[in-house]
C-alpha cells in the first residue's frame, strides 16, 4: 500500500524550531522529487521547499534562511528543518511527491503543485 507519512508538528512558540519527516511505504522517495507544502487557515496551499533526484533545492522566498530540506535515502525519509519559526508560519503541513521521477523539475512540484502523491499532512502552529 502506497503511503507517505508527516510526522514532527506541534506547537512551538516564535523562533523556536520543528523538524518535519516524510517517510514513504510503497514507494521509493529516491524515484521523485518530493516537496513540502503548507496551508495556512483560510489560505492556498503552497509549495514552501523542494527537492530533486539530484538534490537540486527550491525554497519559497519567505523561508529562505530558515527552512532546510534533506532527504535520506538509507531512511526512504525527507525531511523540513524549520528554524526561527514565526507565527505565518503555521499551518498544515503536506508532503508531496512529483507523478514521475526522471528528470521532474523542482518548479513543476513546488510552484505549478503538479503532484504525484499527497501525505496526510502534520499541523504546525507557531504561539507565544
Known amino acids: 500500500q502506497l503511503q507517505l507519512v508527516e510526522s514532527g508538528g506541534g506547537l512551538v512558540q516564535p523562533g523556536g524550531s520543528l523538524r518535519l519527516s516524510c517517510s514513504a511505504s510503497g514507494l521509493t522517495l529516491d524515484d521523485y522529487t518530493v516537496g513540502w507544502f503548507r496551508q495556512a487557515p483560510g489560505k492556498e496551499r503552497e509549495g514552501v521547499s523542494c527537492?530533486?533526484?539530484?538534490?537540486?533545492?527550491y525554497y519559497t522566498d519567505t523561508v529562505k534562511g530558515r527552512f532546510t530540506i534533506s532527504r535520506d535515502n538509507a531512511k526512504n525519509t525527507v525531511y523540513l528543518e524549520i528554524n526561527s519559526l514565526k507565527p505565518e508560519d503555521t499551518g498544515v503541513y503536506y508532503c508531496a511527491t512529483s507523478p514521475t521521477g526522471t528528470g521532474y523539475s523542482l518548479y513543476n512540484l513546488c510552484v505549478n503543485k503538479i503532484v504525484g502523491y499527497w501525505g496526510q499532512g502534520t499541523q504546525v502552529t507557531v504561539s507565544s
Open positions: 527537492i530533486s533526484r539530484i538534490r537540486g533545492l
